[in-house]
C-alpha cells in the first residue's frame, strides 16, 4: 500500500488529477450500473409473480396430472382456468407430486406441501426441477369435487428467461461502464492539462525569476478563479521583491553618498594629523585644537548615521523590543533633558499633560528625540521652542527658517534633505525614523509651517490619560 502511495505521488499532478477523475467515474458508473441491474432484476422478478399470481393451470392439465397419480377413475379438481403455459403439477397433501403433459418435475418444498394440506391458500417462491434448472413456482390450493380433500396445484416457470435478459443487460452496462471510464480518462487528462495551463505558466515564470533575477515578468490575468487569484499574487510578490530591491538599492547608494562625505573629511584630518608627525612640523595648538574637534564631530556623525540605518534596516515586522504602556510624558521629559543639553542657549518650555500609550519604549524615546534635535539644530541663537502635549498630541513648535511648501511632501523620505539643511549636520533619515516608529504605534506624524514663523511638528499617538490596569502585553 505505501509503494502504492509512493507511486501515485511521484505521478504529475495532471497525470494524478486525470486518474482521480477516471476513478471518481468509474465508481460512479459502477454504481449507477448495479443499481440498474439490480432495479431491473427486482422489476423483472415483481412481473414474473404476477403473471404467476394472475394465471393458473388449465383444467384438463389439472385432470390428467391427477390420472397420473391416482389412475382413471380419480376425482378431477372444479377449476376454471384461463390459460396453460409453464409446468403444471399437482401436489398431494402427503408431498407427492403428479405432473401434467409436457412439464418438468418440479421439487416439491414444505410451503407447496402446506398449500395442499390447507393451512394456507397459496404459496409463491424459487424451485428448481430435477434436472437442475431454476423456476419460480406459484402454488394454490384446490378443493376435489365433493369435499374429500384439497390438493396444491403448482404452475412453475423457468427462470431463463429473466436470467438471459439479466445477462445481456449485465454485459451491456459493463461495456458502457468500461467505454464511460476510458472517456472520463481521456477527459480527466484534457481538463487537467488545460486547467494546469496557467500554472504551467505560472511555474515557467518562478523558473525564470530564479534563474535570472528577473522581477518585471508578470502573468496574464484571465477571469477569477483560483488560477488568477494565484496569478494576481504571484504579480504583486515579484511587484513587492522589485520595489524592495530598488528601496534596497537606494539605501546602498543613499547610504554610501551621506557615509562619503564625513569619511572624506575625516580622512582629510587624520592625514594632516599624520603627516604632522612623520615632518615633525607642529601644527599650531589652536588649528590641532580645531582639527581635533572636527574629527569628534566627524565620529559622532558617522555613529548616529550608523545607528540610524541598523533603525531602517529592520523589517517593519520586527520589533525592537515589546510593546508597553509608557508614559509619552516621562518619555518627552527624558528628551527634553537631551535637547536642553544641545542648545544650552535656547528657550525650551513645555506643558505636559499626562498620557499613556502602547509602543516600543526606546524606540518611541528615539523618535521624540529627533524631534526635539530638528527644532535645536533649526532654531535661531537664543531663541525658543514651545513643546505641549494634551490628549495625545505631542507638539514641537520652533521660530527657525521653516519648511518651504514644496518641500514638505518630502520631509519623511530616506536620506532626503532640503537645500537649507545640506550645510547642516545629519543624514536626513531621523524624520523617516520618527514616521515609521509612530505608525507603528497606530500614530501620525505631519510637519507644518507655523502661523508665525517656524515649524511645527505633530505626533499623535491613541491611548488614555492614565495607566491602563495591564502595563505590559505580548507584541
Known sequence: ???????????????????????????AVAAVAVTCWLLTRAQLHAELDTTLRNSSA????????LRNCLGPGGSSASTTQRYSFAYIQVVLPDGTRCMAPNSQP????????AVANGPRADTLHDGVTERGEAVRVHTVRERLPGGVGSIGVSVSRPLTEVDSALNRLALLLTGLAGIGVVAAGAAGLWVARTGLRPVDKLTGAVEHVARTEDLTVRIPVEGEDEIARLSRSFNAMTAALASSRDRQAQLIADAGHELRTPLTSLRTNIELLARSEETGRAIPPAD??????????????????????????????????????????????IALDRARLRGP????????????????????QRAVVNVLDNAVK?????????????????????????IPAEDLPHVFERFWRSPSARALPGSGLGLSIVARTVRHAGGEVT?????????????TLPGAPTPPPQAQFAP
Request: aromatic letters at 4%; charged letters at 20%; proline letters at 6%.
Open 106 to 113: 418440479v421439487k416439491v418444498q414444505r410451503q407447496d406441501i
Open 447 to 459: 510637519l507644518a509651517t507655523a502661523p508665525e514663523g517656524g515649524t511645527l511638528a505633530t505626533i
Open 378 to 402: 533649526f532654531s535661531p541663537p537664543y531663541g525658543t521652542i514651545t513643546v505641549a502635549l494634551d490628549r495625545g498630541v505631542l507638539t514641537v513648535r520652533d521660530h527657525g527658517p521653516g
Open 58 to 65: 388449465p383444467s384438463e392439465s389439472v385432470d390428467a396430472a
Open 345 to 364: 542657549e535656547l528657550t525650551i518650555t513645555a506643558q505636559l499633560a499626562p498620557w499613556y500609550v502602547r509602543a516600543e519604549a526606546a524606540a518611541l
Open 288 to 333: 590641532r585644537k580645531a582639527l581635533m574637534a572636527s574629527v569628534k564631530a566627524q565620529m559622532t556623525e558617522l555613529a548616529s548615521l550608523i545607528g540610524d540605518l541598523q533603525e531602517l534596516s529592520r523589517p517593519d515586522a520586527v520589533r525592537e523590543g515589546p510593546l508597553e504602556v509608557v508614559g509619552l510624558h516621562d518619555i518627552t521629559r
Open 1 to 27: 500500500m505505501n509503494r502504492v502511495l509512493r507511486r501515485y505521488r511521484s505521478m504529475p499532478l495532471r497525470s494524478r488529477l486525470a486518474m482521480l477523475v477516471a476513478t471518481a467515474v468509474a465508481v
